[in-house]
T-cell receptor, first 114, second 113 residues
């Protein structure tokens, strides 16, 4: 089936540094998402993105977070500066349509903030 | 707020056993309900969804029925196989959103031959 890729699979950084997580969505998809899963906890929605704009975001999507997808390249999540509580697995997803459509998930990026 | 509760954190079965994973939700109106499955090293993938009361979703021998009266969407399979070992997530999209998935805690299923 359609595949979403995430780069890197693991990232270790020091608190206060900037990090960019990259997502290569399914090629014809138009809607993009980020979810966060802290170890042992449930996956939580961060943000969705369509047509160059954030459509919905949760309280977890702090001011230090930003997303973009310049001209069909990677869909990125940038955190600047990082904090210890940002340590988690971040899952990217994409879908062809918006309303209740099937979301295809990547394998996740494990981010460790020291 | 909207939430999903899965009561079983881990389930261990033998092949050909019957599987039930319980899922209850809290949300106003008629959320769309989903079951996702996650294999090691991969992201969650959709098993099936249901959007109306009494609607049954099914795929690969798994099934669940949307029950608004009991706010439940329990996952069942009559005869599990070792290849079904994975983490199963119940999730919903609230009627107030169009694509924000709210996940349960996940249930890790282990099936031994």
């Amino acid at each position: 089936g359609p595949k979403v890729l995430q780069i890197p699979s693991h990232q270790i950084i020091d608190m206060g540094q900037m990090v960019t997580l990259n997502c290569d969505p399914v090629s014809n998809h138009l809607y993009f998402y980020w979810y966060k899963q802290i170890l042992g906890q449930q996956m939580e929605f961060l943000v969705n993105f369509y047509n160059g704009k954030v459509m919905e975001k949760s309280k977890l999507f702090k001011d230090q977070f930003s997303v973009e997808r310049p001209d069909g390249s990677y869909f990125t999540l940038k955190i600047q500066p990082t904090a210890l509580e940002d340590s988690a697995v971040y899952f990217c997803a994409s879908s062809l349509a918006g309303n209740y459509a099937e979301q295809f998930f990547g394998p996740g990026t494990r981010l460790t903030v020291l | 707020g909207d939430s999903v509760t899965q009561t079983e954190g881990q389930v261990a079965l033998s092949e050909e056993d019957f599987l039930t994973i319980h899922c209850n939700y809290s949300a106003s109106g008629y959320p769309t309900l989903f079951w996702y499955v996650q294999y090691p090293g991969e992201g969650p993938q959709l098993l099936f969804r249901a959007s109306r009361d009494k609607e049954k979703g099914s795929s690969r021998g798994f099934e669940a029925t949307y029950d608004k009266g009991t706010t439940s969407f329990h996952l069942r399979k009559a005869s599990v196989q070792e290849s079904d070992s994975a983490v199963y997530y119940c999730a919903l999209i609230p009627s107030s959103s169009f694509s924000k998935l709210v996940f349960g805690q996940g249930t890790s299923l282990s099936v031994v031959p």
